[in-house]
């Protein structure tokens, strides 16, 4: 149920986290799934998509495109690719919501279309960055304008797209993934490099759809015109909404917390090798990929269990960012519990988010008590391996920063009151019922009356 707008989480001091947490389907991999079953020749069986307001933004802006969707029904949804393999021309703006994947993968769909399109989004969506995706489509002929760098973007259609290739300055898979949409429908062969890995989820399913897509070295190839083939897609656990339990569960679960079904795809998973540095207790067990069904399995999906062990200050490298840059905020939270001092730099794009991360959780830290600096690209934390007090903190109206606070709850020694949190339905509708779980003592309530 979609929480009434400027509720508010209040949660009491949990210290005991247990049991089994069940983590809903994959974000990213939900909103290319629609997107790639969109382009392809027959049907697309989507199994767990994720039935939350990004993915459904990117559902609808789909079948506002002409295509036709079955459900979701229970995580299940069928893509009819479309007839002759077009899309046609939306009647209105297409409104991503918080959805910034959907707003810059759609960019990249969209530029090669025989017809024009506009992208808006909500106040969030609307300040954040899309130059960096219309740069390179411009280089590949897309005639794409933003109004002064952020959305509205408008496209227009009747372009011929041509292959290029493109350094990207930042490690985006955003970035990446519009190009390679893009480059299915330019002449020539694409060519990618990235700066650093960045989730690889487009490449991974381009090739389960039949594209051939080479990879080496840094440098993703994808030759255009190629003909996608609807097939079955099984999407795995989200590993950026079993962070906050994985965090949860390293602070505070003495018997143990498990988590399953998860999607470990490498380009995603740092925060594990960042808790392991600082001492936490993770066991990974990885699914039988026959069991996962007939299709060969396009993610790896394993159980995780974790208990709770004392965790020790670490400095990142800033080379770790990019495979943990959706986890930093609840990793910032396991850095307040730990011994000593955490380092983060590097992570200048997490003032692009959703929110200003860096500046939401330092002032969110700083107001139960825990000593923290905000840098220009990055944090400084001492930890309170005693634990901190509760207080009021601001989400921002961003989904993560909301239940990375929610997860402090288990190591204060007040009732923690998080405000604006109906972003959270945008990847983690149950999240509440969830964490009440596994032991947090969280409730939703309305605002206050102001
Ligand atoms: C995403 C890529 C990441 C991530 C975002 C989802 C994706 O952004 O932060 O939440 O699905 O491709 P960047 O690629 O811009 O780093």
Redesign the pocket.
Known sequence: MKPPALSRYVVQPSRHIHGVASVPGD??IS?RALMLGSLAEGDTQIHDFLESEDCLATLIALRQLGVSIEGPNGGHVIVHGPQAGRLHAAPEALDMGNA??AMRLFMGLLAGQPFDSKLIGDASLMRRPMERVAVPLRLMGAEISTADGRPPVEIRGHTTLAAIDYEMPV?????K?AILLAALRADGRTRVVEPAP??D?TERMLAAFGAEVLHSDGTIALQGGQQLHGTRVQVPGDFSSAAFFIVAGCLAARQGLVLRGVGLNPTRTGLLDLLREMGADIRVRPWDQDSLGAHSPIEPVADIEVRASPLYGIKVAPAAV?LA??ELPVFFIAAACAQGETLVRGAL?LRV?ESDRLSAMASGLAQLGVEVELLADGLWIRGASDGFGGGAIDSHGDHRIAMAFATAAVRARGPIEIRDVASVATSFPNFVASAREVGLQIELCPAPAS
């Open positions: 974000k990213s909103h910034g994947t490690p985006s898979a955003q970035v993934s960045s989730r989820h990019p840059i959706d794009e988010k």
